[in-house]
Structure formats: C-alpha cells, structure tokens
DNA sequence: ACTGATTATGGTCAAATGACCATGTTTTTA
DNA sequence: TAAAAACATGGTCATTTGACCATAATCAGT
C-alpha cells in the first residue's frame, strides 16, 4: 500500500479503507529516473497514471522538432492521453519525467471495473474531468490575452511550487514564447 | 418536435423514437435574434444547449475590453459552461448569437433525470465531452506551435463552413492575432 | 569531488506584429 | 430603399519578439 496514495485519497474523496485498498490492489508500480519516457508518441496510452512523487510533463513535438509542453503533472495528479486511452489508438504526444518519478498505473480493463464497482470512484473521476476543462479553459484565455509577462506572473501564481522544479526553458515552452523572452521578463522585473 | 433534432440524434445516436420524444420533450424553445446573449458573465449557466441552426459564440471581455472567442457552436452542436453548469455559479463568459440562432433548452435537473433514464443518451455525453477535450487540447497545441498564417489555414482546413459567416473579426479574436496581422495574411495569399 | 552536460543570460539584428487612423465597401435595420 | 452601422483593408511607425551566437553558471551522474 501507498501511503502516499492513501492518504491522498482520504483528503479527496470519501472512500472507505476496503475500497483503498482495493483500487490499490489493481495498481502496478513505475520507477521513472530524469527524462525517461512513459509514454511515447506512437504507442497506445494503456494506462491510466497517478504520480505518486515526482513530475511528468506532456508534450508534442512539432515538424520544427521544437517541444510544446501541454501539461504538467506534479505528484497527486492524475494523467493520460485522452484520445489514445479512450479509444485505443496511437498517441500523438509524449509523457516524460522531468525529475525521478515514482507513478502507479491500472490496465483500462482493471480501472473500468473498478469504475463499476466503486460509485465514489467515479464521483472522483468526474470531478478530475471537470477540472480538467475548466482549466483548460483558463490556460487557453490567458494564452489569447495575455502579454507574456502577464503569463508569467500568471504561471507563477497558478503553480508556486514548480517553479523551482523546472527548467526556464520549459517554462516557456508551456507559456508559448521564446526563452529569450522570458530572461528579458525576468531581467526586467529584477531591475525596477 | 424539432426535426433538425431528430435528424442530428437519429444519425449520430442509437436512440429509440420513444427516447427521443422523451429528450424533445423535456426541451424549452428559445430564438435569438443576431447579438442577442443567451448567456452573460455573472449569470447562472442553467441550461443544457442545442443549437438547432444558426451559430453561437462563447467568449470572455478581459480587463482592456477585448473579446477572445473560446468557441463557436453551430447548428447541430452543444454548447455550455461547464463549470457554471456543474457548480451552478456564477459565469465568467459570454455565449451571444452570431445569426439569428434557435437553441434547445434543457433545465438541469430535467436533463440529468434524462441522463439516468436513457443511457444511450448518456454515452453520447460522454462522448461530446470526450471529444471537447481531444479538441481542446490541439487547439492548444495548434495556439502554441503554429505561426499565424498556419493558424489560419488551420481554421479553414477545421471550419470550412463557417469562414463566409464570421466577420473577420472573430476569426481574429478566436485564433489570438491582430486583424491587421489576418488581413496581411490574406493579402500576401492573394498575391502569390 | 570531478567532469561533462545542461542551463540561464545577454548582445545584436532582422522580421513580425500591433496600435492608430483613414477610406471605401458591405451589411443591417428601420 | 435609404441612412446608419459594421466591416475589411491599407498606410505608417514604434515596439516586441525570435533566431543565432557566445559565455558564464549551475547541475547531474559517476
């Protein structure tokens, strides 16, 4: 058992210890170290992921082969691919660790059942979709109206805690502006 | 009973006759004229939309008063906010009729009761919202990586049918350029 | 602790973009 | 059908941004 997974459980959600313990029983454990792959575009997304410790990113790789990050996925937090799991086809971005990273992983099959079987689980699920949107939605006004030092300020505001875990450049890959730009940002709010 | 609804649900569904009286029912008319908001920031998202023919938009005014598009929703298509719907507070967007537009309406309480009653109904939910996020997620993609004359041909290549019914404008606002920036696009298109 | 790799920053320059404004055209609506 | 409103385009100019490159600092893995 996970006390890591446990005990994020039992803040979330209202499932009893049996219940725990079962949708524990179904996981399977990963050790990923620095930019090890989960998951590379290509492959099918078998998995539903729970990163238990650690950071993932998601992220395509366009025809320049420059990097867009689409999400980060700091420890408590749920990931996939969608499109790919749902529907069992080729992924078309990748799922890497940007530090060593502890996840557990379910099959579909297993996870479905537990769906079933588990009504809070499902409660939890949905919630983790709707947030997912209405986040999504968010990213994508801030990306539409934002000057980039707004989006920076508006990222370290959003996600405090990983600015220190990551890499300037792939801030700005997931702001969407140049590196450059983002040194001059920070070059500029130091000096005023 | 609306016959655009029949039609849409009897091709993109297995629902039964019965069923889809049962859905058709349970929904409120509503016409719009062009302009007109269905729904306002600050208002409750009450309602479950189908848009029966004319074309819908989704935006937000940020604090320069510029609008930015999240979405269009023509005819044949649902459209919400997720998050004012679900929590049932207040929103913080926009959704007005770009054509005189008629929508179906569904109150939530009604539409949920449906939702336990017809599960096919439910799976297409499902995968509506399925296939929001996949949407969602290579617009973001798309909003990162292209360039804006790529961002352009994107939207023609995605909504053919919608080019000749949007003020340029909107089209503008919903990929994040500058008119100046789009009309230079088209310009330099249509010299070469 | 050491070595190689990764990373952050800054300079320079060309290109892209947006703000502002004017004009002619099209569309809406009364 | 006529007046008013909305719209698309283009000119000009200042600013922002990114590409490319070099260098110094920091980090990772042995």
Redesign the pocket.
Known sequence: MHPEFEKYLKENTSLTQDDIHHINNKAFDKTL???ELLLQAGDICKHKVFVVKGLLRMYSIDSNGNEHILQFAPEHSWTLDVESYDKQIPSEINMGAI??TEVMLWQKDDFNKLLSEVPELSKLSQQIISRNIYYSRQRMLTTLSA???EKYDDFIERFPKLLTR?????IASYL????????????NQ?HR
């Not at 969407?176 to 070059?187: A, D």
């Open positions: 170290h620095r930019n530090e060593p000057t980039p030092e990551l890499p300037l450049r792939m969407g502006i140049s590196i450059k730009t983002l040194t001059r940002i920070r070059h130091l």
